[in-house]
């Protein structure tokens, strides 16, 4: 693996606890609407990806091309990646309830 591929990913990671941490914030001041944060996360998301289809295609029939195609890729990234977090917690539930 290269020096930039591990740089990418360390950032990645960084990202992600960012995400969280930041997350794990919004839910200690919205404890009666802890749902609210993930919620808002899917939405932010959502948002934000919508976003980048729309920058990397130019104009919007360009966009309107691409719209199904994006969507059929970020539906089969987070399946993905609900599905590894699903197994990892299942595996394990005691340490990170603990």
Known sequence: ???TQN???QKFWETIDTFINQANEL???NQDRFQMVGASLLFA???YNTYLVARANGNKEAF???KDE???Y???QFTKMLDDNIA????????YRG
Request: charged share 50%; glycine share 0%.
């Open 70 to 72: 994006a969507k059929e």
């Open 88 to 95: 990892d917690y299942e595996s394990n539930f005691d340490k």
């Open 1 to 3: 693996m290269s020096e």
């Open 64 to 66: 309107l091309d691409k």
């Open 7 to 9: 740089n990418d990913d």
């Open 27 to 29: 839910e200690k001041s």
């Open 74 to 76: 970020f539906i089969a």
């Open 45 to 47: 998301a959502a948002r």
